[in-house]
């Protein structure tokens, strides 16, 4: 898949790379960014569902990124920031061109080239995909004088579980899915304690307790030892946050 969204630089005038606004730095892909610069394409960042963390931290991580790169913000769920994200590509574009979407799955690329053109015209899947949703690479017209590619999620090879799960891998496909789902309930506690308590009406006290009430809450039991299915609820915890039922934020490097 990597070749493919590699090949597909090479057929536009400007990369918009897609991240997750609550983890932008897990979310970028360096070695596209690198790619495209090298192939003497311009990168432009998009910070997506920024309606999921405090403004003021996507006003830090904006400031941050666009040391290297142009950077907008938006939320596809609220409709903010997508004229920004049009009129820039128009000027880097200079009215006309190609322009290619890349990034990991569950970033939102699709639903952002949905409300470019519109209406819809990309399929957008409600979980990730081993291989991101978008099988192939797709040619949409987004504009009278301007084509998008939307190309393939990219899952990494490489890089710990944590990681995976953040850039949209199946967690049906982690060979381990409670510790990714134990930091990210960390991560949530930490920036809002009773999310938890109020979401799944289960009380946290620490992660693995979490994962075993939360399972014995929903009765999710297995058959054989007759104890919580703690994968079941990790698993859970995952596509959840991905989903934005449960949410935290990152700050960028000093």
């Known amino acids: 898949m990597l070749n493919k969204v590699l090949a597909s630089i090479r057929r536009v005038d400007v990369i918009v790379e897609v991240l997750d606004s609550r983890e ?62 049009r009129d820039s590509i128009k000027e880097a574009l200079k009215g006309e061109g190609n322009v290619a979407f890349v990034g990991y799955p569950k970033t939102g690329k699709s639903s952002i080239v949905n409300v470019l053109k519109g209406r819809k015209s990309a399929s957008v899947s409600s979980q990730p995909m081993s291989t991101g949703f978008t099988k192939g690479i797709q040619l949409i017209k987004i504009d009278s004088k301007i084509y998008a590619l939307d190309t393939p999620g990219i899952i990494p090879p490489h890089g710990n579980p944590f990681e995976k799960a953040i850039r949209g891998s199946n967690p049906d496909n982690l060979e381990n899915p409670i510790p990714p789902a134990l930091i990210i309930l960390e991560k949530v506690f930490q920036v809002s304690p009773a999310l938890l308590e109020t979401t799944y009406k289960v009380n946290y006290l620490n992660g693995m307790q979490f994962l075993q009430d939360l399972a014995k809450h929903r009765g999710w039991i297995n058959k054989e030892d007759k104890e919580p299915d703690l994968d079941l609820a990790a698993k859970t915890v995952i596509k959840d946050y991905h989903n934005g039922k449960i949410t935290y934020y990152t700050l960028p490097p000093e």
């Open 24 to 85: 932008p730095d897990l979310t970028r892909s360096k070695e596209i960014e690198r790619y495209a610069v090298k192939n003497g394409r311009q990168v432009i960042i998009v910070l997506n569902k920024i309606d999921l963390i405090p403004r003021e931290v996507a006003d830090r991580w904006k400031d941050y990124l666009s040391k290297e790169f142009p950077t907008v913000y938006v939320s596809t769920k609220m409709r903010q920031g997508t004229r920004l994200l």
